[in-house]
């Protein structure tokens, strides 16, 4: 069983920047992020592989970079240029056989 635990969502003026943090427990393939905004499905951001491959949502491509620390099973999620549609749950996505969920972390973008 992973863990994984998120941390550096908050509150941010649009065009700021915020970095968000995963850190799973153990070994892990695949990672990356996902959010949530009231009312809407749960998205995909942006994903990362244990050989550094990135995928990007429309949406977020040119603003958002995700990356890893393989050595400490880290993803990150640096997000620039912030928009009031960026405001959701974002959660950490991470994969071994099954699928692994953070708990989720707030990030609200005011215009």
């Known amino acids: 069983q992973v863990q994984l635990v998120e941390s550096g969502g908050g509150l941010v003026q649009a065009g700021g920047s915020l970095r968000l943090s995963c850190a799973a427990s153990g070994n892990i393939g695949p990672m990356g992020w996902f959010r949530q905004a009231p009312g809407k499905q749960r998205e995909l951001v942006a994903t990362?592989?244990?050989?550094?491959?990135?995928n990007y949502a429309n949406s977020v491509k040119g603003r958002f970079t995700i990356s890893r620390d393989s050595a400490k099973n880290t993803v990150y999620l640096q997000m620039n240029s912030l928009k009031p549609e960026d405001t959701a749950v974002y959660y950490c996505w991470g994969m071994l056989s099954i699928n692994y969920w953070g708990q989720g972390t707030q990030v609200t973008v005011s215009s």
């Open positions: 990362i592989t244990s050989g550094g491959s990135t």
